[in-house]
């Protein structure tokens, strides 16, 4: 049985592409499995050797999978990725975020060639690459990896970016008619579009993408060796080709250690460090039990550092101990709160009513409510730090606090009686209801009645739901990029086009349909150069701002703390501001 949780949970899922052109539109839920599975560890040390140089990490958890191809949770893949699971191309470590954004060569020599059209990609892999029993990593075994996430059960639970941008026909349903390497169907359609030629990997496309090097840095794209493919079975198998591999098995409800995998080769290697002995995933810890056994730093946990963000209350602990703060770091987390106007609402297809609601926005208010700075800060913008289409000005020129006299006055220009009547809705939780209300104080003194809408269970689904957006005039939600470029962001959440059907309206839950939107994303993805592209967006994105397309209220952050004998401890905004392992290090 598999468990599902909505995007706005804290162990969320990456967003998917529904299979449509390019737009990423429905949340990867993540599965929780209850059942383990058996692990390889060719030529692993016993967990227990090597203490001293062990690094502990704690985790609530739980990890639903340790396959590639299976693995959808943003933080499971931040670990993966930086520990047993390497990819063609990577985000590199450090501490410049703009560094951390670019992408660079993995398995493979460098970021990967395109031709003129964007829709052949080319990659090269590196010599010396191993698996942890020795055997190199191929082209083939690239192109079997990927082969796999059209299969059951990877296609329902992973992540479906092949499906979604590899040239393979699909069904009338949106299916793809390739089902995979186990005796399915379109073998032939796979084998035309990903192809290797010694060592290079050639990508065939469906639609130009000039960032699909950095799709490939995801693990649904990384290799699988044939011979050690479990299939259903390997839930949470390892079969490492990065510097650690798993001893023994994997505990659902308490974890495993990660040792040194003897095959590995810093040489071929430009991304991990790799610097603990050991690595030991404790899992099943609430988040304010291993802060505070961080804090305490006794024993092992001296060693030993927090997978999930500090609970606010518990930050402000932190940061204001000049020793603590120095053992912490706050960095920007993968979620942006906004608000959705709904188009389909009378009242809110008034320009003048969507400009008054996000003057009159008190962004700080939702902020404290939150927690603080620490927890959240104010934004206009749902693109992150992390990209660079990112934008630090207001286009309505609203200050964080909101501007009820401006706000008011737009309101009044509108021509509507005041006060103007709005319904807002939102995903309940007691913090939730705090900053929801905060927002509703500043909304009603610039002429606005306000009813909240708060709703406990399965919010988007209920949101997304046929006709509920002309029941709702505003709402509230969440979006994380799968990748660091604007292509994740603005076409799943703007483009009606993949969002608007009979069954209801997807992510673009204001049900915003404009045409000449519609035309400048497409114009948009086939834009040869990133930086010209990063800046198309970023002033798309404004455009949208204006129109009111959307609210930006905050950009979420989180707090990690390690004990004493840790160093380098750091985040990666680019793989979505997690703990970044391939610097960290222990006395």
Known sequence: MLVR?????????LPTSRPDRRAVVATALVAVAVTASGCTADDAAAPDEGVAGRLSVLSLGPVASWDPQRMTTPQDVAFAGRTFVRTLTAHPAGADAAAQRE?????????GTPDDSLEVWTFTL????????????????????????????????GLNYPLAYLDIPRKADGTSTYTGPYGGSAQAAFDKAVTCDGQKVTFRLSTPMVDFNQVVALPVFAPVKKSKD???????????????????????????????????????????RAEPDSIQYVEGIESQTAVQQVINDEGDRRRAVTLDSAPPAMQQQVLSDDALSRRSINPSAQFVDYLAPSFASPVMRNADVRRALALATNRDGYVTALGGTSAAEPTSTLLGPAMASRRTADPL???????PAKARAALQESGLTLPVKITVAYRSTPTADKAMAALGNGWEQAGFAVTLQPIEKDYFSVVAEPGRAAKTDVFWANWAPAWPTA???IPPLFDSRLNLSDSGTGRDLGAFADAATDKEITRISTIKQPADQAAAWAELDADLATKGAYVALAQRRSLFIGGSAVSGLSANEALGGFVDLATIGVE
């Open 5 to 13: 949780r909505p995007l706005s949970a804290p162990r969320s899922g």
């Open 397 to 403: 020129g609203a200050p964080t606090s909101g501007d």
């Open 103 to 111: 992408v660079v060569g993995d398995l493979a020599t460098d970021a």
């Open 487 to 489: 292509s994740t962001v």
């Open 126 to 157: 590196r010599a010396g690459v191993t698996w942890q029993d020795g055997s190199p990593v191929t082209c083939e075994d690239v192109r079997y990896g990927v082969s796999r996430s059209f299969a059951k059960p990877f296609a329902d639970e």
């Open 230 to 272: 479990l299939r259903e079975d390997g839930t949470h198998a390892v079969f490492s080709n990065g510097p650690y591999q798993l001893a023994g098995p994997w505990d659902p409800s308490t974890g495993g250690t990660f040792v040194r995998n003897p095959k590995w080769d810093k040489g071929s290697d430009p991304i991990r």
